[in-house]
């Protein structure tokens, strides 16, 4: 009951308190039933309505955002109101639904999850070369190793550096100040 639910040591918080419509008999298990040949992405969050006469809502909650999609749904008659997939979402919705995907390895599957391992472990690697580069050209004990007469660069190098500074905003900025800092 609604006075049980105010009173006690939060009695003055009724901000977070969210009413919604009485659920009529049955509705639940229609709107179940509506859903269930929909093909929506498991886990599927339903949702009653907030206000008397509001569709209930169906949303997929898949870790592999691009297969989320929302169905509203008329509770008493079971008709489909809406259906809102990934394809009409906004665009800015959609990069960041595949960026999120991909960085969480739910994009491509094992093939993600095996791509972000790989570069986890190149990252490790880096880091790990980096200490083995100093200690080889440093002096004896600790300090800074005797600056190189002329560093050597590729062309694949440059290319490669040009294309990430484009590619890259910030990382073109900070190679400018960095560049700047030195002269």
């Known amino acids: 009951p609604q006075a049980e639910a105010m009173s006690g040591d939060h009695a003055g918080h009724g901000g977070m308190a ?3 419509a009485p659920i009529v008999s049955g509705e639940l298990a229609r709107v179940i039933g509506v859903v269930r040949p929909l ?3 498991p886990p599927v969050l339903i949702a009653p309505p907030m ?10 909650d898949a870790a592999n955002r691009p297969l989320r999609s929302t169905v509203k749904i008329d509770g008493r008659t079971g008709t489909v109101i809406s259906r809102e997939g990934f394809a009409q979402r906004h665009w800015i919705d959609q ?4 960026g999120v995907a ?4 739910a994009l491509f ?3 993600n999850q095996l791509l972000g391992t790989v570069t986890a472990l190149l990252l490790v690697v880096l880091a790990g070369s980096g200490v083995v580069m100093w200690w080889r050209r440093r002096h004896v004990g600790l300090g800074a190793p005797i600056a190189l007469s002329r560093p050597r660069l590729g062309a694949g190098l440059a290319i490669a550096i040009l294309a990430l500074a ?6 073109g900025l900070t190679l400018i100040a960095v560049l700047v800092a030195e002269r």
């Open 39 to 41: 093909a929506v992405a």
């Open 102 to 105: 991909g960085h969480e390895g």
């Open 95 to 98: 990069t960041i639904g595949y």
């Open 166 to 171: 484009l590619y890259l905003p910030l990382f």
């Open 51 to 60: 206000r008397p006469g509001d569709p209930w809502t169906a949303a997929s």
């Open 109 to 111: 599957g094992l093939a």
């Open 18 to 20: 969210m009413p919604r």
